[in-house]
Nanobody
């Protein structure tokens, strides 16, 4: 069964850093786009950053210059380096990926289980 497993969340003080990881596993042929989304209490899920299979990136304005998304295609893993964290970054962060199991199968959109990031002093 194909799945995304996230790690790296936790409690950090304002101005601190965290690195999130998300590994895809379970019979994967290829992965197209990968990304990170977040959902704060009482708010809708929003895009944080995405990266294409070729390495092109896109960021929400609120995280530009502070967060960096990257991926290791050999490990089917996407990362989110978060620096200069602010209290408003507090949210559950979800990994997202478009995964294909075989050459001829269509891409499936997968979500991770979410990892909590809390920024507080």
């Amino acid at each position: 069964q194909v799945q995304l497993v996230e790690s790296g969340g936790g409690l950090v003080q304002p101005g601190g850093s965290l690195r999130l990881s998300c590994a895809a596993s379970g019979g994967i042929f290829s992965i197209n786009g990968m990304g990170w989304y977040r959902q704060a209490p009482g708010k809708q899920r929003e895009l944080v950053a995405t990266v294409t299979s070729g390495g092109s990136t896109n960021y929400a304005d609120s995280v530009k210059g502070r967060f960096t998304i990257s991926r290791d295609n050999a490990k089917n893993t996407v990362y989110l380096q978060m620096n200069n964290l602010k209290p408003e970054d507090t949210a559950v962060y979800y990994c997202n990926a478009d995964v294909r199991k075989t050459l001829t199968s269509r891409y499936l959109e997968l979500w991770g289980q979410g990892t909590l990031v809390t920024v507080s002093s």
